[in-house]
């Protein structure tokens, strides 16, 4: 069973950093491509970021491009998402996604999913 497990979140003041951790258990010989998501009160799901299995394509949402960096660590199952520069508007529930493909997933369909991890920018 795939388990995905988030992890950083908290209050931070606006203008400072957070990284985000990310790891997947239960499976260890698949490749899988892995995403970030936010989801702000009152409002849709988004996605932040994401990365390819080999870690060589990235992609990240207009509103935090030049500010979030999305790397992956192979041999420990595990992805980092630091977020620099924060603005309260990024203010969130952050989920981490695993998804069963080698390649970069920017859409909603990702198959595994994270229990979310709260991320508070004040002003």
């Known amino acids: 069973q795939v388990r995905v497990v988030e992890s950083g979140g908290g209050l931070v003041q606006a203008g400072n950093s957070l990284r985000l951790s990310c790891t997947v258990s239960?499976?260890?010989?698949?490749?899988?491509?892995m995403g970030w998501f936010r989801q702000a009160p009152g409002k849709e799901r988004e996605i932040v970021a994401a990365?390819?299995?080999?870690?060589?394509?990235?992609y990240y949402a207009d509103s935090v491009k030049g500010r979030f960096t999305l790397s992956r660590d192979n041999a420990e199952n595990t992805v980092t998402l630091q977020m620099n520069s924060l603005k309260p508007e990024d203010t969130a529930v952050y989920y981490c996604?695993?998804?069963?493909?080698?390649?970069?997933?920017?859409?909603?369909?990702?198959?595994?999913w994270g229990q979310g991890t709260k991320v508070t920018v004040s002003s």
């Open positions: 990365i390819s299995w080999s870690g060589g394509s990235t």
């Open positions: 996604a695993a998804a069963d493909t080698m390649v970069l997933v920017t859409r909603d369909e990702y198959d595994y």
């Open positions: 239960g499976r260890t010989f698949s490749p899988y491509a």
